[in-house]
Structure formats: C-alpha cells, structure tokens
C-alpha cells in the first residue's frame, strides 16, 4: 500500500500548484470556458502512470459522470463503472474539482481530492485546497493529518454551529441553532473534522457522493448517526450534548 500512498501524495503536490495557478490567474469567466478538471485530470493520471507500476488490480477511476463523459481517456486502467471489478481491486478515485462553481467565482471552498477504494471501502484520501491550507490526508484506522498535524474533532462549544446538505429542511432540534454555509459541502465537512462546527446534517446521496470527506471525518473522531431519511455527524461530546436537550 505505501507505494500508492506515495505516488498518491506526489500527484497531489503537483496538482496543487496547477490549480493554484489557474485559481489566481485566470478569470471567473476564463475558468467557466476552459476544460479545468481535465487538464488537472489528465497531468494526474499521466503522473501515476509514470510513477506507479499498474497491476492487474488497480484501476483508476472518476467521483462525477460529467468527468468520465468529457475525458474520453485512452488508457487501459481508467473505468468508468467501479462495481465491475472485484472487491480485491484498488481503485483511484479522482475528484477535481469539488464545488466547481465557487471555484470559478473565484470563492475559495472548494477540494480536490484522490482516493483510493479496496474492498468497496474507501481506504485512505488525500484532499486539498491552497489557499485554505487544507493538505489532508486520511487512512482507514490510522487517523487523519492535515500538513502533518493530527486532525481531531473534540472540541464542542455551547454556542452551536451547523451544516447541512442543501436538499433537507433543517430538523426541528436545530432550528435554533445558527447555521454555516459556504455552498461547499466538501469544506463544511472538513469544518466538522477539524472542530470549527459542531454537527453536520447530511442527506444520503451526500454521504454517498463525499466519500472522501466522510473518511476523514471518522478518522477525526466524528460519529454518524442515522436518523429517519437523513444523518447527523458530530463528536461525542456534541452528540451527548444534543440528547441532553
């Protein structure tokens, strides 16, 4: 596994100055015309191509049927259909660019992440954005650390603060609450893992869909809790709190 978490790591620190370059020099409506995910895509997946030696188990793969459709890639190890392959394979998620309409506002909330998935599980991300100094990285049972800090959600403040997925109505247990929304599920979900929030109300299809953040949120202490057609995230201490009331 280290060989790929390796490569892994690399192909994000490249990726990383890409994107910081088309983020700070090209306009709002030059980042709406231009093909951003699928020149950050295709450098990515040449990167471990020259990196990484494929075997007959590892595929690499795309979070959005937007991005296989306009990629069109020729390469043998891409799929664009997970549930093919055997629960031995290793699969390379790639998922450029979380949130692309804040991107080409020029807002800040936004991720670019890659993950790879063993046994149907996601196993370990690397998620990231410059210029909120987000270089995450996430490993099934080993933690999570941002720029080599460990990242835990223990804190819990009375004063509570809350996302949501946009698709559910707020439950009536928080309505008075204040809420926070950056039109960024991907960043709200790291708020979470790092403390900055106290719950997250998160809707199926997002929980399917955010695969990578729910890796680190767990990997930060956040426990999930279902509820009816929805899920509540929080730390212990939050979660206690919130049966207390």
Request: proline share 2%.
């Amino acid at each position: 596994m280290q060989p790929r978490l390796n490569v892994a790591k690399s192909a994000c620190g490249l990726i990383e100055e890409e994107v910081r370059r088309f983020f700070l020099n090209k306009s709002s409506d030059a980042l709406r015309n231009m093909p951003v995910r699928e020149i950050l895509t295709s450098k990515i997946v040449e990167h471990i191509n020259t990196y990484y030696k494929f075997g007959d188990n590892d595929f690499i793969s795309f979070a959005y049927t937007e991005d296989k459709e306009k990629l069109r890639l020729e390469d043998s190890n891409i799929i664009y259909d997970k549930s093919i392959h055997s629960s031995d394979s290793y699969i390379w998620v790639i998922n450029f660019i979380h949130d692309y309409d804040n991107f080409c506002r020029k807002l800040p909330f936004w991720t670019l992440s890659l993950s790879i998935i063993h046994k149907e599980q996601t196993v370990c991300t690397y998620i990231l954005n410059p210029f909120l100094d987000i270089f995450l990285f996430s490993e099934k049972g080993s933690g999570a650390v941002n720029n080599q800090r460990k990242v835990r959600a223990e804190t819990y403040s009375e004063n509570i603060l809350f996302g949501k997925s946009r698709n559910i109505e707020t439950p009536k247990l928080f309505r008075s609450f204040k809420k926070l929304s950056v039109n960024s599920i991907s960043i709200e979900l790291i708020y979470l893992s790092t403390g900055l929030i106290d719950f997250y109300i998160l809707d199926h299809d997002d929980y399917e869909h955010n695969q990578d953040c729910i890796l680190t949120a767990k990997e930060a202490g956040i426990i999930i809790n279902h509820v009816d057609n929805y899920l509540i995230l929080g730390n212990e201490s939050s979660l206690k709190s919130l049966k207390k009331d």
